[in-house]
């Protein structure tokens, strides 16, 4: 009898939001530690240098993801400990990190899922021109491959990037985050060499995997941040604003990915307004590799009306106000969306095995005194978008597992350690690791869908 289970269970991370430990064993500098040591940049000064020591605690953390009863965990690699300063040998002390912890996932019943790059690009990279500069796909691909050396042998699940909309529209458009340019034509680049380095990166998975024979099991794929977009009247205006936020964050990646192509409308228009993709002979083809897993990162969605064009011509849809629940974040808390998403992508993007790889909320907690914290908040919007999600796959999605972000709270990059989106607490005095709620309303949760299933 096969007993894999149809549906996985997990929670995931990344590395410069947990590890700490930026200047151990041979790590360089990343652009998060850069940005972050930049006066103004994060909320209250924060940065990454402790942030969960998860460096130094791995083991008790994933003790922690045991006793949930997950069945597979999302951690991001450090490119910066594994290839210091994004070029050269692979370096044994940083890998070293990595190969224990999926030693020590395996023992415990738990499979490793890496994501390669969830956002800390080795500063010398950036000094070299960062995403924008066509040279940083051929970069990521390079350690692609001497991480799959390193770990090829015991993990099978790949993520190429993390939210590539994010690294170019808050890194290299807006600012907001690492490395903080606001240059559009710097950011458009940067999405074009993002999805390269994706292609890029799982050709090299995939033939390393040939050549070992290991192609069976394998799933190569990335993540990406999706939203949905509803115009706030039928005037032409909000349909042409709600269309042009879906293109931007949503086609411009799911279009080259799953179909070969640009969106022609945003293509066009970002090429008009002086910010080309820079497209070469032959890349399309590298971008549109087979796509295993498509990971869905869902935090909210958006009521949107069309606004006055902004200094440098592009569209600025601006979010209408709801009368409905928000975060932390201030993001809206609407699930129903993440079915009509979920419905959306199956229907228009068949293909892939979808996973929802992030799901959570940021709340303002309160512990007591033991540092519980009683987050019925967090609770139910864990719960509304769970069943959001099994709905879609009720309906034919094929949805194939649910991540919830986050294992603990951590390091939430431009909010520093204000914004909490863990389902354990962690006192950052102290590093104590306490279970919310919301914890043990997950691991119930996944006990209760696993025993469905096996009845
Ligand atoms: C994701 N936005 O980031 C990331 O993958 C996580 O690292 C992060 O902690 C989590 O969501 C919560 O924020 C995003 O401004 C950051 O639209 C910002 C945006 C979206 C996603």
Same mark, same amino acid.
């Given at each position: 009898?096969?007993?894999?289970?149809?549906?996985?269970?997990?929670?995931?991370?990344? %590395?410069?939001?947990?590890?700490?430990?930026?200047?151990?064993?041979?790590?360089?500098?990343?652009?998060?530690?850069?940005?972050?040591?930049?006066?103004?940049?994060?909320?209250?000064?924060?940065?990454?240098?402790?942030? /969960? $020591?998860?460096?130094?605690?791995?083991?008790?953390?994933?003790?922690?993801?045991?006793?949930?009863?997950?069945?597979?965990? =999302?951690?991001?690699?450090?490119?910066?400990?594994?290839?210091?300063?994004?070029?050269?040998?692979?370096?044994?002390?940083?890998?070293?990190?990595?190969?224990?912890?999926?030693?020590?996932?395996?023992?415990?019943?738990?499979?490793?899922?890496?994501?390669?790059?969830?956002?800390?690009?080795?500063?010398? @990279?950036?000094?070299?021109?960062?995403?924008?500069?066509? $040279?940083?796909?051929?970069?990521?691909?390079?350690?692609?491959?001497?991480?799959?050396?390193?770990?090829?042998?015991?993990?099978?699940?790949?993520?190429?990037?993390?939210?590539?909309? /994010?690294?170019?529209?808050?890194?290299?458009?807006?600012?907001?985050?690492? !490395?903080?340019?606001?240059?559009?034509?710097?950011?458009?680049?940067?999405?074009?060499?993002?999805?390269?380095?994706?292609?890029?990166?799982?050709?090299?998975? =995939?033939?390393?995997?040939?050549?070992?024979?290991?192609?069976?099991?394998?799933?190569?794929?990335?993540?990406?941040?999706?939203?949905?977009?509803?115009?706030?009247?039928?005037?032409?205006?909000?349909?042409?604003?709600?269309?042009?936020?879906?293109?931007?964050?949503?086609?411009?990646?799911?279009?080259?990915?799953?179909?070969?192509?640009?969106?022609?409308?945003?293509?066009?228009?970002?090429?008009?307004?002086?910010?080309?993709?820079?497209?070469?002979?032959?890349?399309?083809?590298?971008?549109?590799?087979?796509? $295993?897993? @498509?990971?869905?990162?869902?935090? %909210?969605?958006?009521?949107?009306?069309?606004?006055?064009?902004?200094?440098?011509?592009? !569209?600025?849809?601006?979010?209408?106000?709801?009368?409905?629940?928000?975060?932390?974040?201030?993001?809206?808390?609407?699930?129903?969306?993440?079915?009509?998403?979920?419905?959306?992508?199956?229907?228009?993007?068949?293909?892939?095995?979808?996973?929802?790889?992030?799901?959570?909320?940021?709340?303002?907690?309160?512990?007591?005194?033991?540092?519980?914290?009683?987050?019925?908040?967090?609770?139910?919007?864990?719960? %509304?978008?769970?069943?959001?999600? @099994?709905?879609?796959?009720?309906?034919?999605?094929?949805?194939?597992?649910?991540?919830?972000?986050?294992?603990?709270?951590?390091?939430?990059?431009?909010?520093?350690?204000?914004?909490?989106?863990?389902?354990?607490?962690? $006192?950052?005095?102290?590093?104590?690791?306490?279970?919310?709620? %919301?914890?043990?309303?997950?691991?119930?949760?996944?006990?209760?869908?696993?025993?469905?299933?096996?009845?």
């Amino acid at each position: 009898m096969d007993n894999k289970p149809t549906f996985l269970w997990g929670v995931a991370t990344s %590395s410069y939001q947990i590890e700490g430990a930026v200047a151990e064993d041979g790590r360089s500098p990343s652009i998060w530690d850069t940005f972050s040591a930049t006066p103004g940049t994060v909320l209250r000064g924060a940065t990454g240098a402790v942030a /969960c $020591d998860h460096y130094h605690r791995m083991p008790e953390d994933v003790a922690l993801m045991a006793e949930l009863g997950i069945d597979v965990y =999302r951690f991001s690699i450090a490119w910066p400990r594994v290839q210091p300063g994004g070029s050269g040998p692979v370096n044994p002390a940083g890998i070293a990190f990595y190969d224990r912890l999926v030693d020590e996932l395996l023992a415990n019943d738990i499979t490793p899922w890496v994501t390669l790059y969830h956002w800390d690009l080795p500063q010398e @990279l950036e000094d070299a021109g960062g995403w924008p500069n066509r $040279d940083t796909a051929y970069r990521f691909a390079d350690y692609a491959g001497l991480t799959y050396d390193a770990l090829g042998d015991r993990v099978q699940q790949w993520t190429t990037m993390n939210e590539p909309w /994010c690294s170019a529209m808050l890194g290299y458009v807006v600012g907001a985050h690492a !490395p903080g340019r606001q240059d559009a034509r710097a950011g458009m680049r940067a999405v074009h060499h993002l999805l390269l380095g994706h292609g890029l990166a799982s050709q090299v998975i =995939r033939e390393k995997a040939a050549a070992q024979d290991r192609l069976d099991g394998l799933e190569v794929g990335i993540t990406l941040n999706l939203g949905v977009a509803t115009p706030a009247s039928d005037s032409a205006e909000d349909k042409a604003a709600a269309r042009w936020e879906d293109g931007l964050s949503n086609r411009l990646y799911l279009d080259p990915l799953l179909r070969g192509e640009y969106p022609a409308d945003i293509a066009t228009k970002v090429a008009e307004l002086g910010s080309p993709l820079p497209v070469q002979d032959g890349d399309l083809a590298v971008i549109a590799q087979p796509v $295993d897993v @498509l990971g869905i990162n869902y935090y %909210s969605s958006r009521l949107v009306r069309s606004t006055p064009v902004g200094d440098n011509g592009w !569209p600025t849809p601006e979010a209408v106000d709801r009368d409905v629940e928000r975060t932390a974040m201030g993001w809206e808390v609407t699930p129903e969306a993440l079915t009509d998403l979920l419905l959306r992508l199956e229907r228009e993007y068949p293909g892939p095995d979808w996973y929802i790889t992030e799901n959570g909320a940021a709340y303002d907690d309160q512990p007591d005194a033991n540092g519980y914290v009683d987050d019925t908040d967090r609770t139910n919007y864990l719960r %509304s978008h769970i069943d959001a999600a @099994l709905a879609a796959r009720a309906q034919g999605v094929n949805l194939k597992g649910y991540f919830a972000w986050s294992l603990m709270d951590n390091f939430e990059w431009a909010f520093g350690y204000d914004r909490r989106f863990g389902i354990v607490r962690v $006192d950052y005095e102290t590093q104590q690791r306490t279970p919310k709620r %919301s914890a043990r309303y997950y691991a119930d949760r996944i006990a209760a869908h696993k025993a469905n299933e096996a009845g």
